[in-house]
């Protein structure tokens, strides 16, 4: 029988790696000082898969919350593991917004500057700024010259990230017609590529915010909640997706789009209600109800209640000025956060999924 190899002391090598795949970001970016060793252990390609492997299991939600008696915004990470931890996004050297999330990674406008964008990991403070693309903000997107949908696409496996502003296009002086510009920037190439399609979906605020990244495209709800419009990115072509049969955005109805485990989710709020559906087969399109939960015992937040993340174990959701949990096993609900000074914006209307991982800029 083989001995293991115990070059870091008395336990095997493994269990170091699964122990050092367990903490937090900053106990791990410090276990990284402690020795040669450890910093090449940690620096290691198995070691990143087998982090971001299990981090992935571990959703969050990133809020930004703005003070209004200052006029600054800070942001705060609620784990439903280790709490609630409060960072910054100083190290970009902007003053910036965060526009999508994925994997780890976050994609933010300059706000100072139209038109300049960044990716960055919060957790590593590890940033990059977006070569610009040649169309002019001004006449490319509908309102005010912004993008109305921004996505962010992370490979993990490949390290390799995909940003995505899309939006109807405006002649200078003119209203918007129905052509849908998209310009996706690809990391791999460090270059933006540009498609022209026709479509005439609308999003609310959080349709934008709720952009998942499942099987190499890019999903979105529209406001009508009758279809996700789809991007595809491997072929640059727009789709659209059927929901559950039973979803509808009737009288007291509000449907979201999240992701849970690896799979596409819906989630129906009503006055008493909140019903649950993941795509079990993406290729089919067949959506099956996994829970049906009673929102009687917060009844009074329902109406202003926002599904942010989940997972098959809870879900987290915002209102205006807290962050709670449900634990789907115990059926237990509980509060995360609050918001203990006035803010200028509700939680939800500035909330994302996040996970913490590690990827590495080149």
């Not at 039973?246 to 449907?255: A, H, K, P």
Request: hydrophobic share 40%.
């Amino acid at each position: 029988m083989n001995q293991p190899d115990l070059k870091f002391g008395v336990l095997p090598d493994e269990i170091i790696h699964q122990i050092l795949a367990r903490l937090p970001m900053k106990p791990l970016f410090k276990a990284k000082c402690v020795c040669k060793l450890w910093y090449d252990l940690v620096s290691d390609g198995y070691f990143v898969q087998l982090y971001n492997e299990l981090s992935v299991k571990n959703p969050m939600v990133l809020i930004e919350v703005t003070e209004s008696s200052q006029f600054r915004s800070s942001l705060l990470c609620v784990d439903n593991l280790r709490g609630v931890s409060e960072f910054s996004l100083d190290f970009v050297k902007d003053r910036v917004k965060v526009r999508a999330s994925c994997n780890g990674l976050l994609c933010c406008s300059s706000i100072p500057d139209k038109g300049v964008y960044y990716v960055c990991n919060p957790m590593t403070k590890k940033y990059r700024m977006l070569p610009r693309s040649r169309e002019r903000p001004v006449t490319r997107f509908h309102p005010d010259g912004e993008a109305t949908l921004v996505g962010l696409a992370c490979d993990l496996l490949t390290q390799k990230y995909n940003v995505v502003l899309a939006g109807y296009h405006r002649t200078f002086g003119h209203r918007p017609d129905r052509r849908f510009m998209c310009m996706v920037f690809d990391s791999g190439c460090n270059k933006w590529r540009k498609f022209v399609s026709m479509q005439d979906d609308q999003f609310t605020h959080m349709n934008k915010n709720q952009v998942v990244y499942i099987n190499g495209s890019l999903h979105w709800m529209t406001e009508s909640c009758s279809w996700l419009l789809v991007l595809d990115l491997n072929n640059d072509i727009w789709r659209k997706m059927t929901l559950p049969d039973e979803v509808s955005c009737g009288t007291g109805n509000r449907v979201y789009l999240l992701e849970s485990d690896g799979y596409l989710s819906v989630i129906k709020i009503s006055e008493a209600w909140m019903s649950i559906w993941i795509l079990k087969d993406y290729e089919s399109e067949e959506w099956c109800m996994v829970d049906r939960v009673s929102l009687r015992c917060i009844r009074d937040m329902v109406p202003g209640i926002f599904p942010i993340s989940q997972t098959g174990q809870y879900i987290f959701l915002a209102t205006h000025k807290q962050v709670l949990v449900y634990q789907r096993n115990s059926r237990v609900w509980k509060e995360m956060y609050s918001v203990k000074n006035s803010s200028t914006l509700p939680l939800w209307f500035s909330a994302h999924a996040y996970r913490s991982t590690i990827f590495n800029f080149h």
